[in-house]
């Protein structure tokens, strides 16, 4: 089941890393969430947390292929995508559907990840 675990580490360090491309594609932030960047301010903002979906995308990528910090990786990759739906839940008002769509495709990460390790824990 480890390697059942390492693709499902894979794909959901994948689905993290992706929107790392915006740090260095800026004009794509608008068409991914959905929204008018006011400023450059805001546009450093949502580059910054670009950065920061690489860095957790790449260290569970880099677990998933080295076999190396497995909890560290999931861990992380499970605080990122679970806060963001907490947060989803919690803000009141709308939410635009680009973001709806990130939702539920962190979920459907969450639920992955998380077979693939209760799958590899009881093996």
Not at 50 to 66: E, K, Q
Request: no cysteine; net charge neutral.
């Amino acid at each position: 089941m480890e390697i059942f675990f390492r693709i499902t580490l894979l794909i959901a360090g994948m689905i993290n890393a992706i929107p790392a491309l915006i740090a260095f594609l800026p004009d794509k932030i608008t068409t991914s969430y959905g929204i008018t960047v006011p400023d450059a301010n805001f546009e450093l903002l949502l580059r910054h947390r670009a950065v920061l979906f690489g860095v957790i995308g790449g260290l569970m990528i880099y677990s998933a292929v080295t076999k190396k910090q497995y909890d560290l990786a999931t861990f992380a990759g499970l605080v990122s995508m679970i806060s963001f739906l907490v947060l989803y839940f919690g803000i009141e008002g709308p939410i635009n559907s680009a973001l709806t769509k990130v939702m539920q495709i962190d979920a459907f990460a969450i639920m992955l990840l998380l077979i693939g390790l209760i799958l590899y824990e009881i093996n």
